[in-house]
């Protein structure tokens, strides 16, 4: 058995997942439930639960209160978030689960398995998370990375390109370190299309703050400014001299 508590300012939306944990879950023990950051730091002082179903945005302040209430908190913790994409991105940047309203069974039985699993996202990564959430309109300074074995954060103006690798990425940053993520280069294409990253060919993302030159020769390349060249599409050509020529204007 595992215990839980769970976090949620909408009375229907909390009964539905109280339900729904009920229902599908019967390993999971509901010790409590709290509608407000000051009644869920009631019950969390009063009996630490192993899952904390944590909504972000609350009557009273925020999930992350309650996380700085209790830094030390062992629990595993589910955030549940609105349809938002702003949050929604907020949780790609961080590399950290969520359960968007309104889930499927599965969604929910897939994110408690992971809790299960997983280890805590640490204090950088739900910096990140908050961060991106409370600032949307602008760029993140920060973004997790899934390598196979950990997650690695690294600043935005760090990375030079993006470069497919089946259904991998590999991150070149500009100390040469070189990432391998486990995601397609589709998904931080359009992760990171809002922030000078552009998709020049199908295999390649690049910083425009790296570029040093677009040569029309040789079928039509860009030189980067470490002194690497990585080729442009037929079809982004037009598109990529455009790009060029506002920011040098």
Do not use: W
């Not at 940047?93 to 359960?99: L, N, S």
């Not at 990425?169 to 998904?187: A, E, N």
Request: include cysteine.
């Amino acid at each position: 058995m595992h215990t839980a508590i769970l976090v949620e300012d909408m009375s229907d939306a909390l009964a539905l997942l109280r339900a729904d944990i009920a229902a599908q879950h019967p390993e999971i023990e509901i010790i409590a439930t709290a509608q407000s950051v000051v009644e869920a730091a009631k019950v969390i002082r009063k009996n630490e639960p192993d899952i904390l179903f944590l909504d972000i945005m609350l009557g009273d302040g925020t999930g992350f209160d309650i996380l700085e209430i209790f830094p030390d908190l062992k629990s595993k913790i589910i955030f549940v978030t609105a349809s938002d994409e702003y949050a929604i991105r907020a949780f790609k940047f961080a590399a950290i689960d969520y359960v968007l309203k309104p889930y499927s069974y599965e969604d929910l039985a897939l994110a408690i398995t992971r809790a299960k699993e997983q280890l805590q996202p640490n204090k950088e990564r739900l910096r990140i998370l908050k961060d991106t959430l409370s600032t949307p309109e602008q760029k993140p300074a920060k973004i997790s990375l899934h390598t196979l074995d950990k997650i690695i954060i690294v600043s935005l103006d760090d990375i030079v390109r993006c470069e497919s690798d089946s259904n991998n990425t590999i991150f070149h940053l500009k100390d040469k370190r070189k990432i391998f993520v486990t995601k397609t280069l589709k998904y931080f294409a359009e992760l990171l299309k809002s922030y000078d990253f552009i998709r020049v060919h199908q295999s390649h993302l690049v910083n425009l703050q790296c570029i040093s030159a677009y040569i029309k020769t040789d079928g039509g390349y860009l030189m980067l400014k470490n002194g690497e060249n990585v080729p442009v599409s037929v079809r982004k050509k037009t598109e990529i001299i455009e790009i060029l020529d506002k920011m040098h204007r």
